[in-house]
């Protein structure tokens, strides 16, 4: 069973940033894609960016693109979600999420098919 752990989140200033960590309790060899989703309460969760550990690809929601970053370090089994110029918008419960089947593609509107799922770390933006 594939466990996550997010960490990094906080409160922060409108303009400044965090970086957001996902530890895995497996090999990313073993993992086909992972992303990293964000909810505020009353509305849907949302993919925020996603990438293929083993290949590094990447994709990212028009909101975040160019200020948000989603990387990974394989040797230590860790995601991260660099986050500049933070908005008051970006305040959320930010999750992180993967998966391990191929045939469900990678993708962040498909957040059904990410099996495995962190606590949530929180993000508050204040301007």
């Known amino acids: 069973q594939l466990q996550l752990v997010e960490s990094g989140g906080g409160s922060v200033e409108a303009g400044g940033s965090l970086r957001l960590s996902c530890a895995a309790s497996?090999?990313?060899?073993?993992?086909?894609?992972m992303g990293w989703f964000r909810q505020v309460p009353g509305k849907e969760r949302e993919g925020v960016a996603t990438?293929?550990?083993?290949?590094?690809?990447?994709d990212y929601d028009y909101s975040v693109k160019g200020r948000f970053t989603i990387s990974r370090d394989n040797a230590k089994n860790t995601l991260y979600l660099q986050m500049n110029s933070l908005k008051s918008e970006d305040t959320a419960l930010y999750y992180c999420a993967a998966h391990t089947n191929r045939w469900y593609g990678c993708d962040m509107r498909s957040a059904g098919r990410f099996v495995y799922w962190g606590q949530g770390t929180q993000v508050t933006v204040s301007s």
């Open positions: 497996a090999l990313f060899t073993n993992i086909y894609c």
């Open positions: 990438i293929k550990p083993n290949r590094g690809s990447t």
